[in-house]
């Protein structure tokens, strides 16, 4: 396994070596945010709307950056170059830092930058399609990307328990929202559905929206559970997902149990807008 150079508080070190305090708040607390994107080749997809994310995140929670957002850019491009990377994830992770008390911030929040190779998922789920399973469970501040996931982490682990990709969050009332790692949308006829309150603003999520908004209808609203059995096609997106057909949930079937005409329209535009030199979501400073 490549041994990455990381970036951590101010140093380039090596993976192997890298390490934060045992006194700071990201351990101790879980006080931090966090953003996840990907390269396609050496170009970072979608990094500056990642980073207003972060800043957004760290808002809510209080939690001051460490640097502006231009500079956390900067230093990203830099990470990338001294590894020389391609088709890799990047993680950015904003922690409230060391604390002599291990509880209240002392305004010196750490910042790391990590590398890792992107593992593509098996091609079969992008042609046969992937099951989920419904929990239900809270999101701790869900339009924040936060640290916190003891809900996603459960909710995974029963995914995997079942044979199933994902965990989709599914309240008392039945009232879909989000995936533990994704958006989650459906068809009905030509009409593309996805929820919009009390969801994290993907990235992939917002770049499919608008790919779409030249192919289908879009109407961003609550899903209950009960409309699955209507749906003729699902899909969850994610950055390293990027867009994958849903045929079943729970022991509910989608529509005719495959990967549906749309959705695979909708991922044949997605790559074509990937592949565009000049899309802005590769912006560099």
């Given at each position: 396994?490549?041994?990455?150079?990381?970036?951590?508080?101010?140093?380039?070190?090596?993976?192997?070596?890298?390490?934060?305090?045992?006194?700071?708040?990201?351990?101790?607390?879980?006080?931090?945010?966090?953003?996840?994107?990907?390269?396609?080749?050496?170009?970072?997809?979608?990094?500056?709307?990642?980073?207003?994310?972060?800043?957004?995140?760290?808002?809510?929670?209080?939690?001051?950056?460490?640097?502006?957002?231009?500079?956390?850019?900067?230093?990203?491009?830099?990470?990338?170059t001294r590894n020389?990377?391609?088709?890799?994830?990047?993680?950015?992770?904003?922690?409230?830092?060391?604390?002599?008390?291990?509880?209240?911030?002392?305004?010196?929040?750490?910042?790391?930058?990590?590398?890792?190779?992107?593992?593509?998922?098996?091609?079969?789920?992008?042609?046969?399609?992937?099951?989920?399973?419904?929990?239900?469970?809270?999101?701790?501040?869900?339009?924040?990307k936060s640290l916190?996931?003891?809900?996603?982490?459960?909710?995974?682990?029963?995914?995997?328990?079942?044979?199933?990709?994902?965990?989709?969050?599914?309240?008392?009332?039945?009232?879909?929202?989000?995936?533990?790692?994704?958006?989650?949308?459906?068809?009905?006829?030509?009409?593309?559905?996805?929820?919009?309150?009390?969801?994290?603003?993907?990235?992939?999520?917002?770049?499919?929206?608008?790919?779409?908004?030249?192919?289908?209808?879009?109407?961003?609203?609550?899903?209950?559970?009960?409309?699955?059995?209507?749906?003729?096609?699902?899909?969850?997106?994610?950055?390293?997902?990027?867009?994958?057909?849903?045929?079943?949930v729970d022991t509910?079937?989608?529509?005719?149990?495959?990967?549906?005409?749309?959705?695979?329209?909708?991922?044949?535009?997605?790559?074509?807008?990937?592949?565009?030199?000049?899309?802005?979501?590769?912006?560099?400073?």
């Amino acid at each position: 396994m490549t041994d990455y150079l990381y970036y951590v508080n101010g140093a380039f070190m090596p993976a192997s070596q890298a390490a934060i305090g045992l006194n700071d708040l990201g351990l101790v607390r879980g006080y931090g945010v966090f953003e996840v994107l990907r390269t396609y080749g050496d170009r970072p997809f979608g990094l500056r709307a990642h980073l207003d994310r972060l800043a957004y995140s760290a808002a809510q929670i209080e939690l001051t950056l460490p640097e502006a957002p231009d500079a956390i850019e900067t230093i990203v491009h830099e990470t990338l170059t001294r590894n020389a990377a391609r088709d890799v994830t990047i993680r950015i992770i904003v922690t409230g830092g060391a604390s002599s008390s291990f509880l209240m911030p002392e305004d010196r929040p750490s910042l790391l930058v990590l590398l890792a190779p992107v593992k593509p998922y098996p091609a079969h789920l992008y042609t046969a399609g992937a099951t989920l399973i419904t929990i239900d469970a809270a999101r701790f501040m869900p339009t924040v990307k936060s640290l916190n996931y003891i809900p996603a982490i459960l909710g995974q682990r029963r995914a995997r328990a079942a044979d199933a990709i994902e965990a989709l969050y599914c309240d008392a009332a039945g009232v879909i929202t989000e995936c533990t790692t994704s958006n989650f949308f459906i068809f009905k006829g030509n009409q593309l559905i996805t929820p919009v309150q009390d969801v994290l603003p993907g990235i992939t999520r917002a770049a499919v929206l608008e790919v779409a908004g030249d192919l289908f209808e879009i109407v961003e609203r609550p899903i209950l559970r009960s409309e699955l059995a209507e749906a003729d096609e699902a899909f969850i997106t994610s950055t390293t997902k990027e867009i994958m057909p849903i045929v079943r949930v729970d022991t509910q079937p989608i529509g005719a149990g495959r990967s549906g005409a749309r959705t695979q329209r909708l991922q044949h535009s997605f790559q074509a807008y990937v592949a565009q030199g000049s899309n802005p979501l590769f912006h560099q400073p």
